[in-house]
């Protein structure tokens, strides 16, 4: 029996370096011996498909989840999961979390010196429909400060987990909004050296998808790795 | 259409309240066929010191080395008891414990067979790109013709063996940096 194909391995400077010395935390938490190549075997290319049957219609609304309505500019974030093939990725897990609008997460670990919010979480999760397509409704979150260096601060994001079909198409990222200041200033924004990959991590204004006098429509697409198109046996 | 795949960040030290609804310390009910296995072990940085704030994903074969995926076309039995997939988070001595089965062995590429394993991502603050490695069980015979085995250093290659403390019960530590001690990851 032929192999299947595996997946694409990263187009050059699209995807981080461990190491990254900007961002601190990865001095001591990057591998410093080297990684070892590894074939696509049947354990990657298959991977855990976690669907609509542990997702409710409502839990992709972080604005309706408690009594009150959160404190804040009330967005709708939507977009497509495509593979690099440019096909649709229908039926997988999308989850979000992230701070308040006032830039503080409801995290114990969270000692930053903004309120919480008793009407705000801050979770979400959806599953992608038949033509990739997600969406979610929340508040546009606060940039908060960090200790990673002096006067540090965190543009505002978003945080989103993604399965897809297999463990190789596993992502986790953030998003972010147009116009942010403090994305030139950031260093896990600026992680990867490819300016057009930090740029395709940043949301565009969606005029069609706001709401009139309701919430500003955001829009943010995902592309997840795509099978390489030759078997690796010929 | 070619399009490149979006860029990996860090989960951050508050993926907690995101991601924890999926946590699993047993990814087995009692109907699950297989023999049981008690997998714990610590995260470590390279100073050391616990790590925390990591969260591990496994993905593995049922007991007869089936994946509960579409891709696997081979002819064997699905066990409708078991899924393969467990998030298991770290305490704060960066210590995690989980029960699973053993899982099967599975086909490896061009004919292979390969040793009875479990993949593992490890997220975690620092981690800009989640991290893969796999756990293979101490004194199986397939470990010996196991072709990622095969591909490791022979010195590095016991940081991908788990230790049986006892009947059933494992021992495997991820050590994210270190000289001698780091544990094997994958460029996946």
């Known amino acids: ?234 | 259409m070619s399009l490149y795949a979006t860029t990996s960040h860090t989960v951050g030290p508050y993926y907690h309240i995101g991601l924890t609804w999926l946590n699993r310390e047993d990814l087995t009910v009692a109907a699950t066929l297989g023999e049981r296995v008690a997998i714990s072990g610590q995260v470590v940085d390279g100073n050391g010191d616990v790590v925390n704030d990591a969260m591990l994903e496994v993905w593995q074969a049922n007991a007869a080395g089936k994946y509960d995926h579409p891709e696997d076309e081979q002819d064997k039995a699905l066990d409708p008891n078991f899924e393969g997939f467990g998030r298991v988070p770290v305490d704060a001595q960066g210590r995690f414990r989980f029960t699973t089965i053993k899982p099967g062995s599975v086909p490896g590429l061009q004919g292979t067979t390969q040793a009875p394993h479990l993949v593992v991502l490890v997220f975690a603050r620092g981690l800009v790109k989640h991290l893969l490695t796999r756990i293979y069980f101490d004194g199986e015979a397939l470990n010996g013709d196991d072709p990622l085995l095969a591909c490791v250093p022979a010195q590095r290659r016991g940081t991908l063996i788990a230790r049986q403390d006892a009947a059933g019960v494992y021992q495997w530590d991820v050590v994210l940096q270190g000289t001698d001690r780091e544990t094997v990851f994958f460029d996946y």
């Open chain 1, 1 to 234: 029996m032929n192999d299947k194909p595996g997946y694409r391995r990263p187009h050059a400077g699209t995807q981080p370096d461990y190491l990254h010395p900007a961002y601190q935390s990865t001095n001591l938490r990057s591998p410093s011996q080297p990684l070892v190549f590894l074939p696509h075997s049947l354990s990657e290319i298959t991977g855990p498909t976690i669907g609509a049957e542990r997702v409710s219609e409502t839990d992709n609304d972080l604005t309706a989840q408690h009594e009150g309505e959160p404190q804040g500019e009330r967005i709708i974030i939507h977009g497509r999961v495509l593979d690099e093939n440019g096909l649709p990725v229908p039926g997988i897990l999308v989850e979000i979390w992230q701070a308040n609008a006032a830039g503080r997460y409801n995290h114990e670990r969270d000692l930053h010196d903004a309120p919480l919010d008793p009407n705000f979480t801050g979770t979400g999760r959806t599953v992608t429909d038949a033509e990739g397509w997600y969406q979610f409704q929340t508040i546009k979150p606060g940039a908060y400060p960090w200790g990673n260096h002096h006067n540090a601060w965190r543009p505002a994001h978003i945080h989103f987990s993604l399965f897809g079909p297999s463990v190789l198409t596993r992502l986790v990222t953030q998003m972010y909004f147009p116009g942010d200041p403090l994305l030139e200033y950031d260093p896990i924004y600026n992680c990867v050296p490819d300016t057009s990959a930090k740029q395709r991590l940043i949301a565009s204004f969606d005029l069609e998808k706001t709401i009139p006098s309701y919430a500003l429509g955001y829009r943010w697409d995902i592309v997840l790795r795509g099978r390489d198109a030759t078997p690796m046996e010929k």
